[in-house]
């Protein structure tokens, strides 16, 4: 067991492929970078801060097919699931507010459901997720053009709370790869396009960026409806 009570940081790979490692606590304060535990196949419990706050590595030999986050985490960490082996589905609390690049960096899942208290998925939060069937989203979670990259193109995203049109099309490294699932709005709702509405929004906010992928929607709507 590690457990330093006066650490700085946790550098990339710095327990890297320790098969005999079996449990570590990290301090509140104490930075973690992506693939600290990569290879740590000997860990027999997942590794929190003290806090409970911050997920930052699952057990990738794990026996379990399903893994409930536990409420009042907030964090899912970068490379927190890498390579998971066995493991179909994560069930995030509503405490979770962010998921990390890369989170679910080469995970065996195959769904996932984000809460609301999720706004954002950062780019790559499951590249290489090679099992991976269903994303259902409970809430309006700001989808970036390549959070998916290296999963099936079977692959569904599902909205509960907003329609998906049938041309919105997502993207890995800019190759189309995914087109999402229509869903039905609840009777009574009157929502615009909230693709729109996010591209709008960050013209808005100065996004050199946006004004070139507002025009591309605009010319996608034209070729379907053309």
């Known amino acids: ?9 946790v550098g990339e790979n710095a327990f890297a492929n320790c098969p005999k490692l079996r449990s570590v ?4 304060q104490t930075a973690v970078y992506s693939f600290a535990f990569e290879g740590c196949t000997g860990l027999e ?25 536990p409420d009042g985490v907030r964090k899912i960490s970068s490379t927190a699931f890498l390579n998971t082996e066995g493991l179909d589905e994560v069930i995030l609390p509503d405490s979770v ?4 690049h890369q989170a679910f960096y080469g995970s065996s899942i195959r769904r996932i459901t984000i809460p609301a208290s999720v706004k954002l998925l950062h780019p790559r939060t499951f590249v290489n997720c090679p099992r991976l069937e269903t994303v259902t989203l409970l809430g309006n979670t700001k989808v970036p053009r390549d959070p998916f990259a290296g999963v099936p193109e079977t692959m569904q ?9 049938a041309h919105e099309t997502f ?35 100065g996004d050199p960026s946006a004004m ?3 025009a591309q929607y605009f010319e996608t709507l034209h070729n379907r409806d053309g």
């Open 1 to 9: 067991m590690f457990d330093g009570n006066e650490l700085d940081e």
């Open 25 to 28: 606590v990290i301090p509140n």
């Open 45 to 69: 419990s997942p590794v929190f801060n003290r806090a409970g706050t911050v997920l930052y590595a699952y057990p990738p030999k794990q026996n379990n097919s399903l893994y409930r986050v």
């Open 97 to 100: 507010t962010q998921l990390d």
């Open 157 to 165: 995203l599902i909205s509960c709370v907003r329609q998906i049109h």
């Open 171 to 205: 993207h890995a490294m800019g190759v189309p790869f995914l087109r999402a699932v229509p869903t039905a709005l609840p009777d009574g709702s009157h929502l615009t396009d909230p693709q729109m509405e996010s591209l709008a929004q960050s013209c808005a906010e």
């Open 212 to 214: 070139w992928n507002l």
